[in-house]
């Protein structure tokens, strides 16, 4: 069994900054892609930020420049650092990983998601 659990969220001003988190754990023989989606009220879940284990990342164009996503591989977390947010950014923000346990079968997991709410 593999989980992810996300911590970071919460209430910001508009201009403000978070740093989200997600840790997986578990039975894990190896994580690969790794990333951070979005799904804002009466929308559909969105990427935000990937990185895939080589350390490449790509982003949607909305949070190009504003987000920085990052990963530390002996911890099996990834952060998404979040600078100059906008109301619009507010959404539950899911983390999502591709994981090799070790009996060697690929699993997709989703986290439970953390609530980012942008308002003054």
């Known amino acids: 069994q593999v989980q992810l659990v996300e911590s970071g969220g919460g209430l910001v001003q508009p201009g403000g900054s978070l740093r989200l988190s997600c840790a997986a754990s578990?039975?894990?023989?190896?994580?690969?892609?790794m990333g951070w989606y979005r799904q804002a009220p009466g929308k559909q879940r969105e990427l935000v930020a990937r990185?895939?284990?080589?350390?490449?990342?790509n982003y949607a164009d909305s949070v190009k420049g504003r987000c920085t996503i990052s990963r530390d591989y002996d911890k099996n977390t990834i952060y998404l650092q979040m600078n100059s947010l906008k109301p619009e950014d507010t959404a539950v923000y899911y983390c999502?990983?591709?994981?090799?346990?070790?009996?060697?079968?690929?699993?997709?997991?989703w986290g439970q998601g953390t609530q980012v709410t942008v308002s003054a």
């Open positions: 999502k990983a591709d994981i090799m346990q070790r009996d060697r079968r690929l699993v997709v997991m």
């Open positions: 578990g039975s894990i023989f190896s994580v690969h892609d």
């Open positions: 990185i895939d284990i080589g350390g490449s990342t």
